[in-house]
């Protein structure tokens, strides 16, 4: 069964930093484009960014360009997300993916982690 | 980027037909993905390539493309199907630059 289990979330001041990871069990990590897509309170899904399977290119939502960065460890079975210059507007639910074989859409997704920028 | 357009909400008894459609100037040359959230749920995956449907989703669920709108039919409707639906497809660039649609409220009667 394939699980994808955030962490890293929570309450952090606006220009602050915060590091999400997904662990993934339940296929091979290492074959798979993956992603993390977040969700605002009461708004819709705001694809973030997406990454290869070797790592070797990364997408991101003109938003987060130059903010966030995505990565993996496929030792370790792991995404992350590493945010930078937090502002109001990134407080949202973040969703761990694993995507579809040209990383255009998400099989499977996390049940989330909670990020909160607010002072 | 580019913008995917699905109608904020739609309406059906129990046991009638439910469409949903999800307009955008790229799903001739892209493919189109639908995802069913439930509240305090994460998104499901229920349709993929426009119309081909992932296991163990039921078979009253159904998509389909014309030009530039693709439709989510779910046939047959039951109370818990009632959700949030989301279109999704990707930049016509050739990059898997993820667009979502905005979503629609799908109200059982």
């Known amino acids: 069964e394939v699980q994808l289990v955030e962490s890293g979330g929570g309450l952090v001041q606006p220009g602050g930093s915060l590091r999400l990871s997904c662990a993934a069990s339940?296929?091979?990590?290492?074959?798979?484009?993956m992603s993390w897509v977040r969700q605002a309170p009461g708004k819709g899904l705001e694809w973030v960014a997406n990454i290869k399977q070797d790592g070797s290119e990364k997408y991101y939502v003109d938003s987060v360009k130059g903010r966030f960065t995505i990565s993996r460890d496929n030792a370790k079975n792991s995404l992350y997300l590493q945010m930078n210059s937090l502002r109001a507007e990134d407080t949202a639910v973040y969703y761990c993916a694993r995507c579809g074989a040209e990383g255009d859409y998400a099989i499977n997704w996390g049940q989330g982690t909670l990020v909160t920028v607010s002072s | 980027s580019y913008e995917l357009t699905q109608p904020p909400s739609v309406s059906v008894s129990p046991g009638q037909t439910a469409r949903i459609t999800c307009s955008g100037d790229a799903l001739p040359k892209q493919y189109a993905y639908w995802y069913q959230q439930k509240p305090g749920q994460a998104p499901v995956l229920v349709i993929y390539?426009?119309?081909e449907r992932p296991s163990g989703i039921p078979e009253r669920f159904s998509g389909s493309s014309s030009g530039t709108t693709v439709t989510l039919t779910i046939s047959g409707v039951q109370a818990e199907d009632e959700a949030d639906y989301y279109c999704?497809?990707?930049?016509?660039?050739?990059?898997?630059?993820?667009?979502f649609g905005g979503g629609t409220k799908l109200t059982v009667l």
């Open positions: 339940g296929f091979t990590f290492s074959s798979y484009w």
């Open positions: 999704q497809s990707a930049d016509s660039s050739g990059t898997p630059e993820v667009v």
């Open positions: 390539k426009d119309s």
